[in-house]
């Protein structure tokens, strides 16, 4: 019995060892190999063709043909493409067919028999298998050392439309797509300079993400280009690459509320900052670009500030600064001067303060902060609704809420108009990034205002600037040109000077090259004399 006990314990351990042991030699075979990313291709195509196989399974888009060549017959060829991500057409025309013909050797395919521009030569896998993953085709020859890669990548990409984010009512109307050869393409057309250099690196384990950092060669800063480099190398993230997510790695303070990278979808503005001495970061896959570095001041100045007026572009300025001052702090000011502060506030404004506010249930602050969740409500609506719903609804939204809860005995006339003039401020703001800085700013404010009153204002705004003071955005101070004072910045901070003044680059990015132009002076108008309507007379 004792036996027979023994024999069946036996089988079950034999039984539950079995797949440990295959485990363990898979695992001992795994081992014994180099890494994938040191294997050497070799050219035995019977196990190159079971490798494709067992690298991306049995996939129905992995195309994996085999041609007979004259010069390799009897063996046979292999190549291999992606249906979809490579151009069918142009790997019939321009491979397959003129292979069917040749009689000369793989080693030389690559200058007198394949027809396309790009075309290269790669021995390691990882860099085999990438290439054939990005749409690219492939070619195996028996004898032949090396694989043949040929650019064959179909682009799928939208028409070049106008920007979306940062609308202006005059210059040029182009924005980035989500292609990043045509982002380059277009930054190239516009900056005619063979100085332009972009530099091409690859983010990502699993979703292999190209970036090219683009800059002017002789006028971006060397130390600011390698010091891009070296942060765009140490990103490592598996996939979902895009600006926003980049942007969020390389940039200096990473956790602040202020951005201290811009991003934008228009080109003339890339090329504007690509003048300056800074530099641009492409992501493909993502309309936005990068620029770098960018100072508080530079998420102020739009496109239409060098397309208008100098004097109408400074009036303009002023009027985001009104827009700030307003956004930021009216309605701290009015929840102070309300609550903590009543005696800084003449009589008869005091008055008539109180007195709509003696029937209501609330307090201003409780109000402030009831009217603030209504607006961000509103506008959240109106973001993800479909645009002709969305106009529909923020303006109806608005006047019907803001009718009712007074009627209703819930908020003071008051502070509809106080929310109203703040929400209209945080509009002010060119850039959509910092609408949400200013916005927390905002709630901060008026958290601090109804305990501490003006004091609390002025403590938060000594915060504030203290804070912005000790930034910085790639080596350059984040509030310049007020902190460090820098006299020659000012000519384009809260206004701009006319262009004849303008001659010489903003200092923000350190540039090479500090003189833009040497302006002549302007010849003295001619009179023009009165001439005859005909010559008879």
């Known amino acids: 019995m004792d036996e027979l006990f023994n024999a ?3 089988k079950d351990v034999i039984k539950l060892a079995k797949p440990l042991l295959q485990e363990l030699e898979g695992w001992i075979k795994l081992l014994s190999e180099p890494p994938y990313s040191l294997l050497q291709y070799s050219p035995d195509l019977s196990a190159v063709y079971d490798r494709l196989k067992s690298g991306f399974g049995s996939s129905p888009d992995v195309l ?3 041609i007979i060549v004259p010069s390799c017959a009897p063996h046979k060829v292999l190549v291999a493409s992606i249906d979809g991500l490579s151009d069918t057409q142009m790997v019939d025309q321009d491979i397959i067919a003129p292979l069917l013909k040749t009689t000369t050797s793989p080693a030389s395919w690559g200058e007198n028999t394949i027809t396309p521009g790009h075309i290269h030569s790669e021995s390691q896998w990882d860099k085999i298998i990438e290439a054939l993953a990005a749409g690219n085709t492939l070619i195996f020859a028996p004898g032949f050392d090396k694989v043949w890669v040929v650019d064959t990548v179909k682009y799928r990409q939208r028409s070049i439309s106008r920007p979306q984010t ?3 009512v005059r210059g040029p109307e182009e924005a980035f797509n989500e292609v990043i050869l045509t982002q380059m393409n277009q930054l190239r057309q516009r900056i005619l300079d063979p100085q332009l250099r972009f530099h091409k690196l690859t983010v990502g384990t699993r979703q292999h993400t190209t970036v090219v950092l683009a800059y002017i060669e002789g006028l971006a800063n060397p130390s600011l280009i390698q010091t891009c480099l070296n942060r765009l190398e140490h990103v490592k993230i598996s996939g979902h690459a895009n600006s926003t997510l ?3 790695l390389i940039r200096d303070h990473p956790r602040s509320i202020f951005p201290t990278i811009r991003a934008t979808e228009r080109v003339d503005i890339a090329c504007w900052r690509l003048l300056e001495g800074k530099v641009v970061i492409l ?4 309309p936005f670009v990068l620029i770098a570095p960018a100072p508080l001041g530079d998420f102020y100045r ?3 500030d060098y397309s208008g007026a100098w004097y109408d572009t400074s009036f303009v300025r002023m009027i985001r600064l009104l827009g700030w001052i307003l956004g930021i702090y009216f309605p701290a000011l009015y929840i102070a001067l309300t609550e903590v502060n009543p005696n800084l506030i003449p009589s008869t404004l005091l008055v008539i303060t109180l007195g709509d506010h003696a029937a209501l249930p609330f307090s201003p602050f409780v109000e402030a902060i009831l009217m603030v969740v209504i607006v961000e409500v509103l506008r959240e609506a109106a973001l993800r609704l479909p645009k002709p719903m969305s106009t529909t609804i923020g303006t109806v939204g608005a006047i019907v809420v803001g009718t009712a809860v007074v009627k209703a005995g819930f908020v003071s006339p008051q502070i509809i108009v106080v929310i109203t003039l703040t929400a209209l401020s945080f509009y002010s703001v060119p850039v959509y990034e910092l609408t949400g800085t200013w916005r927390l700013v905002n709630v901060v404010m008026l958290l601090v205002s109804a305990v501490m009153g003006i004091l609390g204002i002025l403590l938060v705004t000594l915060l504030l600037i203290g804070t912005l003071s000790a930034m910085t955005s790639f080596g350059t101070p984040y509030f310049e040109p007020a902190t460090p004072f820098r006299r020659t910045d000012w000519k384009d901070y809260l206004i701009r000077l006319p262009w004849t003044v303008l001659r010489t680059r903003l200092s923000a990015a350190r540039p090479l090259a500090i003189v833009t132009s040497q302006h002549e ?5 001619v009179h023009l004399k009165r001439g005859r309507a005909n010559a008879g007379e």
Request: aromatic share 4%; glycine share 8%.
């Open 302 to 304: 739009t496109a239409m």
């Open 8 to 10: 069946e314990a036996l």
């Open 64 to 66: 994996l043909r085999w």
């Open 166 to 168: 940062e609308l202006s």
């Open 246 to 248: 980049i942007a969020g």
């Open 521 to 525: 002076k302007v010849p003295e108008p």
């Open 283 to 286: 992501v493909d896959g993502d």
